[in-house]
Antibody, heavy 119, light 110 residues
Framework: EVQLLESGGGLVQPGGSLRLSCAAS????????MTWVRQAPGKGLDWVSS????????YYADSVKGRFTISRDNSKNTLYLQMNGLRAEDTALYYCARDRPTVTTPLSWGQGTMVTVSS | QTVVTQESSFSVSPGGTVTLTCGLTSGSVSTTYYPGWYQQTPGQAPRTLIY???TRSSGVPDRFSGSILGNKAALTITGAQADDESDYYCVLYMGSGILVFGGGTKLTVL
């Protein structure tokens, strides 16, 4: 059974940084692309970033490009999202999702970790 | 910038059939966009229903089906049940690793 467990969320001031982690189990982690999706309170789903199975390719929404960095450690079955220069509009529940072998469609979802950006 | 469009809300009677759609502000949706569909109830993570246009995710009942209708992707729910009352989101693959979600449809069963 695919399991994804996000951690690292919390309250941070505008301009601050956070690093989210997603521990994966139940599948061959390196064989699948992985994706971060966020959901602001009361709003819809918003794609943030994806990364290939090997980690050699990464992709970002324009809203986070240059501020967020996605990475993975296949030896630890863990996905990361380094978030710098946080803004109030980054406040959201951040979901980790397993995609297909290549980035096309998030299929399996974690329960999310909440990030709140406020002074 | 291309936006993915969905109906903001829809209602269906119990036992009825409803088709939700997912379009583009510019252009037509085709299978090359790998349309996906998700169901989300309040306080819960999204649940994947359909991927690659019409492939049901594991454990999803065959009451849910995906297709291309005209220039849009479509999710059809037949024999609607009370617990189908949820938010439904579509996602399209725009190429070059980019995904775009629609704004979601709030489905009411009454």
């Amino acid at each position: 059974e695919v399991q994804l467990l996000e951690s690292g969320g919390g309250l941070v001031q505008p301009g601050g940084s956070l690093r989210l982690s997603c521990a994966a189990s139940g599948f061959t982690f390196s064989s699948y692309a992985m994706t971060w999706v966020r959901q602001a309170p009361g709003k819809g789903l918003d794609w943030v970033s994806s990364i290939s199975g090997t980690g050699s390719s990464s992709y970002y929404a324009d809203s986070v490009k240059g501020r967020f960095t996605i990475s993975r450690d296949n030896s630890k079955n863990t996905l990361y999202l380094q978030m710098n220069g946080l803004r109030a509009e980054d406040t959201a529940l951040y979901y980790c999702a397993r995609d297909r072998p290549t980035v096309t469609t998030p299929l399996s979802w974690g329960q999310g970790t909440m990030v709140t950006v406020s002074s | 910038q291309t936006v993915v469009t969905q109906e903001s809300s829809f209602s269906v009677s119990p036992g009825g059939t409803v088709t939700l759609t997912c379009g583009l502000t510019s252009g037509s949706v085709s299978t090359t966009y790998y349309p996906g569909w998700y169901q989300q109830t309040p306080g819960q993570a999204p649940r994947t229903l359909i991927y690659s246009t019409n492939t049901r995710s594991s454990g999803v009942p065959d009451r849910f089906s995906g297709s291309i209708l005209g220039n849009k992707a479509a999710l059809t729910i037949t024999g609607a049940q009370a617990d189908d009352e949820s938010d439904y989101y579509c996602v399209l693959y725009m190429g070059s690793g980019i995904l775009v979600f629609g704004g979601g449809t709030k489905l009411t069963v009454l």
